[in-house]
Structure formats: structure tokens, C-alpha cells
């Protein structure tokens, strides 16, 4: 008990003399400052498509190219790239002799996964935040070869129900409302990014995915999956031959702000 007694006064002690006029007493001690730093240089490596639904870089995709079983076309290369742009098939017709609409074929993907409406892609990684502009044109009518009616002449390509979608949290590009293609081959503008905006990637989809009856080549009903968004009209008038017509669309990206 004595010991007890004999180390709380002395602890009583020691606090008390640490302890003047109410101010106590610090260890002596000392700050110093040191930096953090992070660069970046434009990226020119290819960008992989995405999914248009959840177009997330992390996340790449195969899209078929119902056009050409060798398809698709790699991405532009650069830091300002088109990474993807769908192929546009209107499916297997009969021949009418009335107007006609059809509609493309939608987005179909390697791994099986659900159609989407068809895209095009595009990336800025220059980190200079100047804005771009997307055009297409369609370079002549749908035409065929070795055959006597050779051009579908009056035939028109427009899309419509366009949306722009993107994981970046940069300003969005704005995209046309309505594109009416030009077999005479102007350019028709797609989507566009003004200063300060379009720092990423995106994806400019036109329309959703429906299902309809349609027959193949043996007559039999099937079911197609179709975006009614994007459709080819036909007049009536026009003579067409028992063959495949085609045409070729040309997507340009410019380092040219929007307006």
C-alpha cells in the first residue's frame, strides 16, 4: 500500500511541473512539403468499338458487318479517331413495283449478345479540348453490276432517332436530329463537339432494335431484327433486276469545332 501510494504522488509531481500557468507543454516538431505531379501526351493507339448500350472503353466489343463476312474496317488511327460505323443492310427483298420503305438490318455483335441500334464511334485523346466535327456522304447510287437495271435511281438513305452516349463526363458532341443522305455525294454532318467539348469517347446511335416477319430465300417466314430508324425508300417506278445493289458510305472526322 505504501509503494501505491509513494508512485501516485510522484506521477501528482510530475504533471504538475509539466504544467505552468495552464499552458502544457509539446514535444518538439517540424513540417516540410514534397510534391505530387502527373503528365499527359496525346494517345494515337487505337480505341476498340464499344457497346452502344453501355459504351464503357473497359469493355470492348465485335461488331459484325453484315456486308462483308471479313469486316469490319479497323479504326482510323490518331489520337482524333472513328473507331467504328456500322454497315447499313436493308435485307433481302422482293421486287415491287410499288414505293417501298425498308429498314436496316440492326447492329449485330460476335458474342452473340442482344442487337442494338446501329452506331458510329468516335475518340479525342489529343487532351486539347478544340472540338471536332463528323460528316458522311454516300458516294453514288445503289448500283449492281453485269446487269441491264444497274442503278436503283431515286432511291434515298435517312437516319433518324439519333442518340449520343458516352462513360465520359466531358460536355456530349451534339448529334444531327435527321441525316438524308446524298447519292450526289455532299457530306451530311453527323455529330459535332465545340470548344471544351467531346473529350472522350462516344457513340452516336440511331433508333432501337424491333423484330419482324420477313422471308428468305426459300420462302419461309422468319424473324429479322430491324432499327426503323434508318431506312432505304425505293420508288415503285424504279426498275430492279433479280441482283444485290450497293453503294459505299465515306464517315470523315475533322479537327473543326462545332458550331
Known amino acids: 500500500m505504501k509503494a501505491t501510494k509513494l508512485i501516485a504522488v510522484a506521477t501528482l509531481a510530475a504533471l504538475s511541473l509539466s504544467t505552468v500557468g495552464g499552458v502544457v ?16 501526351i496525346p494517345n494515337t493507339d487505337p480505341t476498340d468499338p464499344v457497346d452502344p448500350t453501355d459504351p464503357d472503353p473497359n469493355n470492348p466489343v465485335e461488331p459484325i458487318d453484315p456486308t462483308d463476312p471479313t469486316g469490319p474496317n479497323p479504326g482510323t488511327a490518331g489520337p482524333l479517331s472513328i473507331d467504328y460505323a456500322s454497315s447499313l443492310d436493308f435485307g433481302l427483298n422482293k421486287i415491287s413495283n410499288l414505293d417501298e420503305v425498308y429498314y436496316a438490318r440492326a447492329q ?9 441500334g446501329n452506331y458510329v464511334q468516335v475518340t479525342d485523346k489529343r487532351g486539347n479540348n478544340e472540338g471536332w466535327t463528323l460528316k458522311v456522304k454516300q458516294n453514288g447510287q445503289f448500283t449492281a453490276t453485269s446487269t441491264l437495271n444497274d442503278t436503283l435511281t431515286g432511291s434515298a438513305v435517312s437516319l433518324i432517332d439519333a442518340a449520343v452516349d458516352s462513360k465520359s463526363t466531358a460536355v456530349f458532341p451534339t448529334a444531327a436530329a435527321t441525316i438524308d443522305l446524298d447519292p450526289a455525294g455532299a457530306e451530311s454532318l453527323v455529330m459535332s463537339a465545340k470548344d471544351g467539348e467531346g473529350n472522350g469517347t462516344f457513340v452516336d446511335v440511331w433508333g432501337d432494335v424491333e423484330t419482324v416477319k420477313e422471308t428468305d430465300r426459300n420462302g419461309v417466314e422468319v424473324d429479322a431484327e430491324v432499327n426503323k430508324a434508318i431506312t432505304l425508300s425505293v420508288p415503285g417506278s424504279t426498275p430492279k433486276d433479280a441482283v444485290k445493289y450497293s453503294t459505299l458510305l465515306t464517315w470523315s472526322l475533322s479537327d473543326v469545332p462545332g458550331n
Open 25 to 40: 507543454s509539446h514535444a518538439a516538431g517540424a513540417e516540410y512539403e514534397s510534391n505530387g505531379a502527373v503528365e499527359f
Open 108 to 116: 449485330q455483335f460476335s458474342d452473340g449478345r442482344a442487337a442494338t
